[in-house]
């Protein structure tokens, strides 16, 4: 396992939490980002940028732990077309979880 990928991995895992941390605050009216909700969304996008690079470089070191990442992309890529106001939405986000935590552990071994 390279320091690159393990980083990576580490990276899209921290942003994946942080943007649940967001989304979780934010539902539970602790915090308040009617005026700046493009923050969510952009740590939504870090997300996304974080996993695909760190799926590439699993897939160029074919490294196993790419088949533990690879179940996140689903929720990843179906949550903008779930409101952010449903029970959908907070379920569908949660169902990556086991994915990162998997991914993260894999490297981290």
């Known amino acids: 396992m390279t320091p690159v990928v393990r980083a ?11 943007n649940c941390a967001l989304g979780l605050a ?3 009216h602790r ?3 009617s005026r700046a909700r493009w923050v969510h ?5 870090a997300t ?3 996993s695909l690079a760190a799926a590439a470089a699993l897939l160029r070191t074919r490294d196993r732990a790419l088949l533990t990442l690879l179940p996140a992309a689903l929720p990843l ?3 903008p077309h779930v409101s952010a106001r449903t029970r959908g939405h907070v379920v569908l986000a949660l169902t990556a979880a086991p994915a990162y935590a998997a991914t ?5 071994a």
Not at 8 to 18: D, N, Q, R
Not at 41 to 45: D, E, L, W
Not at 104 to 108: A, E, F, G, I
């Open 48 to 50: 996304v940028t974080l």
């Open 104 to 108: 993260l552990r894999s490297v981290r």
């Open 8 to 18: 990576l991995v580490t990276a899209a895992s921290a942003s994946y939490t942080a």
């Open 41 to 45: 969304h952009a740590v939504y996008v």
């Open 26 to 28: 934010v539902a539970t």
């Open 77 to 79: 890529a179906a949550i």
């Open 31 to 33: 915090l308040d980002t």
